[in-house]
C-alpha cells in the first residue's frame, strides 16, 4: 500500500475473481461461464463493430435497450445497461442504500460492494439447510440484496417468497440478482411493474455465452432506473461498448439458441448431481449452472488441489461454512464425464 491511498480503504478486502490461469489448457468448471461460444451472427457483430471503434459508443444503448424490452417484456425506460450486471449492482447499491441485508452465503461482491462505498452491512446466516429464511427479510426496512437462484448455494427462492420481502419493505429498495435465472427458479421482472422499489438485474455472461464481452441490465420502475442513470452519467456513460452493444442484441435476435443452451446445461446439471450422488457426494438442489456438493470421505480444499493437477478447475472457498464443499460449474457432457472421471480416481 502507498502512503497516499486514502486510510478509509486501508481494510478493504477486494473481491477474489476465479482463477483464469493462461499456463495450461484446463477444464474450466471454476467461473461459471456457458462452455458453449457465441453464436456466428454474434461474432459477426462484434467484428462490425470493429471498424466504428474510433466513434464514441451510444451512451444510451437506445437499440439494445429496445431489443431487451422486448425479451424482458417492459418499457425500454425500464432497463438500464451496464459492464456486466456486477456494475448495476455497484451502482445500484451507491444509489439507494445506507445499510443493505444479505445472507452469509451468497455472491461475494455484496459485501465488497458495501465495504467500499460505506454501506452497512447485515448479514443473515443461511440456515443450516443452506436455504435463506425469509422472515429475517421481511418488514426490516433497509435495503436488501438476494441472488435468486443463490450464488454458490445455487437453491432459488418460489416468487411468492420474494414478494412478501418486497411488499414488506416499500420504503426500500429490494434488488434480486438473477444472474442465473435462465437455468431455473421465477423471474421477478413482472413484479417490477408492481412494485416501485424492486431492481432485477440479468447479465448475459452465464446464459448467452457474453461473460467476457460483459453485459448486465438493470430492470425497475422508470424513477429508479432514471437515479441509476444519473449516477451512471456522473461517472462513465460509455460503460457499455459499441461491439458488446451490438453483440447482446444478436444474442436477443437469436435468444432461442441460446435458451436451447441453457437447456442441455440443465440436463447436464442433473446428471452430474446423480453421478455425484452415488459417489457419496451431498448435492444441493440446484436451479443454476452449477452445483455445490460436498463428499462424504473427502475434503473441498483437497479436490479442489488434485482435480487442479489432473487438468480440471472447480471452485473452492476457504469461508467456514463453505470449506467442505466445492462448487462446480455445468459444462458440456464430455466436460462432466471427464470431471467425474477425475473424481473416481481421487476416491
Ligand atoms: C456472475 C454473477 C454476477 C456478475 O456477472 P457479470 O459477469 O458481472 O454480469 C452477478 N451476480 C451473481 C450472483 C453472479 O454469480
Known sequence: MSRFFRSRYSNLIPYTPGEQPRNME???????ESPFPPGESVVRAMEKAASRANLYNDPECTSLRRKAAELYGTGADNITCTNGSDEILYLAFSAFFDEAAFPDITYGFYKVYADVLGIKADIKPLREDFTIDVSDYTGIG?????????????????KSDIER?????????????????????????????????????????????????????????????????????????????????????????????????CAVIVENREYTSSRLR?????????????????????????????????????????????KDHIRVTIGTREQMDIFIGKVEQLL
Open 278 to 322: 452415488k459417489l457419496g457426494f451431498d448435492v444441493l438442489p440446484s436451479s443454476s449452472n452449477f452445483i455445490f456438493a460436498k463428499s462424504d470421505r473427502l475434503d473441498g480444499g483437497y479436490i479442489y488441489e488434485e482435480l487442479k493437477k489432473k487438468g480440471v478447475l472447480v471452485r473452492h472457498f476457504t469461508d467456514e461454512r463453505m
Open 142 to 158: 433497509k435495503g436488501i440484496v438476494i441472488a435468486n437462484p443463490n450464488a454458490q448455494t445455487g437453491i432459488a427462492l418460489p
Open 165 to 261: 420481502i418486497v411488499a414488506s419493505n416499500q420504503d426500500s429498495v429490494v434488488i434480486v440478482d438473477e444472474a442465473y435465472i435462465d437455468f431455473g427458479g421465477e423471474s421477478c421482472v413482472d413484479l417490477t411493474k408492481k412494485y416501485p422499489n424492486l431492481l432485477v438485474t440479468q447479465t448475459f455472461s452465464k446464459s448467452r455465452s457474453l461473460a467476457g464481452a460483459r453485459i448486465g441490465f438493470g430492470i425497475g420502475n422508470e424513477q429508479l432506473i432514471a437515479d441509476i442513470n444519473t449516477l451512471r452519467y456522473s461517472m462513465n456513460p460509455y460503460n457499455v461498448n459499441t461491439a458488446t452493444q451490438w453483440a447482446a442484441e444478436a444474442a436477443i435476435e437469436d435468444n432461442e439458441s441460446y435458451m436451447a443452451n
Open 26 to 32: 484446463y477444464i474450466k468448471l471454476n467461473t461459471n
